[in-house]
């Protein structure tokens, strides 16, 4: 993510902000949630992609599920922009330690080609 996408995110974030007659602190709860009814959404598209819905049949293509991803992300990266002073930081650390748990060391990798 770049310093740009963050600043369109936290636009985003103050516009849903601006149009919620919420507290902030329901805001940063409902927007969390959120993340959920998104990924739901991902869900019935992929569903509609494998036609297994008897009543809609093939519904969806995979670009659908791909948009419906960026709207989980994006809702996703609202909700941190909402929960943490520096949402930016806080995702590239946790995607660090993802990384490091998750993948071989660089090294590592560059000797097994």
Same mark, same amino acid.
């Given at each position: 993510?770049?310093?740009?996408?963050?600043?369109?995110?936290?636009?985003?974030?103050?516009?849903?902000? +601006?149009?919620?007659?919420?507290?902030?602190?329901?805001?940063?709860?409902?927007?969390?949630?959120?993340?959920?009814?998104?990924?739901?959404?991902?869900?019935?598209?992929?569903?509609?992609?494998?036609?297994?819905? !008897?009543?809609?049949?093939?519904?969806?293509?995979?670009? +659908?599920?791909?948009?419906?991803?960026?709207?989980?992300?994006?809702?996703?990266?609202?909700?941190?922009?909402?929960?943490? !002073?520096? !949402?930016?930081?806080?995702?590239?650390?946790?995607?660090?330690?993802?990384?490091?748990?998750?993948? !071989?060391?660089?090294?590592?990798?560059?000797?097994?080609?």
């Amino acid at each position: 993510m770049d310093a740009q996408q963050w600043e369109t995110v936290r636009r985003l974030a103050a516009w849903l902000a +601006d149009g919620s007659a919420q507290p902030a602190e329901m805001q940063r709860v409902l927007q969390c949630l959120k993340v959920s009814e998104e990924a739901g959404e991902v869900a019935e598209a992929v569903i509609g992609v494998l036609g297994q819905n !008897p009543r809609k049949g093939f519904s969806h293509t995979w670009d +659908d599920v791909a948009g419906e991803l960026c709207d989980v992300m994006i809702t996703a990266m609202v909700a941190l922009v909402r929960v943490h !002073p520096d !949402p930016a930081a806080a995702f590239d650390a946790h995607l660090a330690q993802v990384a490091a748990r998750a993948l !071989p060391a660089p090294e590592a990798d560059a000797a097994a080609r």
